[in-house]
C-alpha cells in the first residue's frame, strides 16, 4: 500500500495535511449515541435543546499531526505528509483540479465550498485568536450536555487513538486504494 496515495493523487497534498487555525470539537460517534441515551433516560425533563459537540476541543494541529502520523504508522504513505495552512492547500488543489479526476479526488467536487474555509482561516490567522472553531465558527457552550448526560462530563479529550480508529475505518472502507 505504500506509495499509492501518493502516486493516485499525484501530488503530496491530502486533507490530512491541512493544518488550520483553531480548534475541533469533533464528538465520537459512540459517545454521540451514548449521549443521546443519557438524555432518553433522564430522570428529570430532558432540555429542549444541547449542543452535541466536544465539551474539551483540541487544537486542530494536533489532530491533523496525529492523522499525519497514523498514515506513515500504517504504511498508508511512506514519508511525513507535511502540514500546510488550508489556503495553500486549497490552492494547490485548484491548480491540479483541471487535470485530476473529479472521480477519483471527491475534493476537487467540494471546492466552492472550501473557498469561504480557507478565507476564514486566514482570517482567523491574522486575528491571533485560536480560540474559535475551524473555520471561524464559534465554540459552542456544552453546560447542558454535560449536567444531562455523564457520557457528555466525563468525555476525554480526542486523543491520538480516536485518530488512529479512524485511520484503520478509512483503510478499511478502501480510501486509500
Not at 26 to 31: I, K, L, N, R, V
Request: glycine share 4%.
Amino acid at each position: 500500500m505504500t506509495g499509492k496515495f501518493v502516486q493516485r493523487s499525484r501530488f503530496r497534498f491530502h486533507p490530512a495535511s491541512v493544518r488550520q487555525a483553531g480548534v475541533v470539537s469533533w464528538t465520537p460517534p459512540h459517545a454521540v449515541s451514548n449521549t443521546i441515551l443519557d438524555v432518553a433516560f433522564v430522570q428529570e425533563k430532558p432540555p429542549i435543546a444541547m449542543n452535541l459537540v466536544h465539551p474539551r476541543p483540541v487544537a486542530c494541529r494536533t489532530v491533523m499531526q496525529a492523522i499525519a502520523d497514523a498514515l506513515v504508522e500504517r504504511k498508508v504513505t511512506s514519508y511525513p505528509l507535511p502540514l500546510v495552512p488550508f489556503s495553500k492547500w486549497l490552492e494547490k488543489l485548484e491548480s491540479n483540479a483541471k487535470d485530476l479526476s473529479k472521480e477519483r479526488i471527491l475534493a476537487i467536487k467540494l471546492l466552492n465550498s472550501m473557498r469561504p474555509i480557507a478565507q476564514s482561516d486566514i482570517v482567523t490567522r491574522a486575528s491571533g485568536e485560536m480560540g474559535v472553531e475551524v473555520a471561524g465558527m464559534a465554540l459552542c457552550v456544552t453546560a447542558v450536555a454535560e449536567r444531562v448526560s455523564p457520557t457528555m462530563r466525563e468525555l476525554k479529550s480526542l486523543s491520538s487513538a480516536d485518530v488512529g480508529q479512524w485511520v484503520d475505518y478509512w483503510m478499511s472502507a478502501g480510501m486509500f486504494q
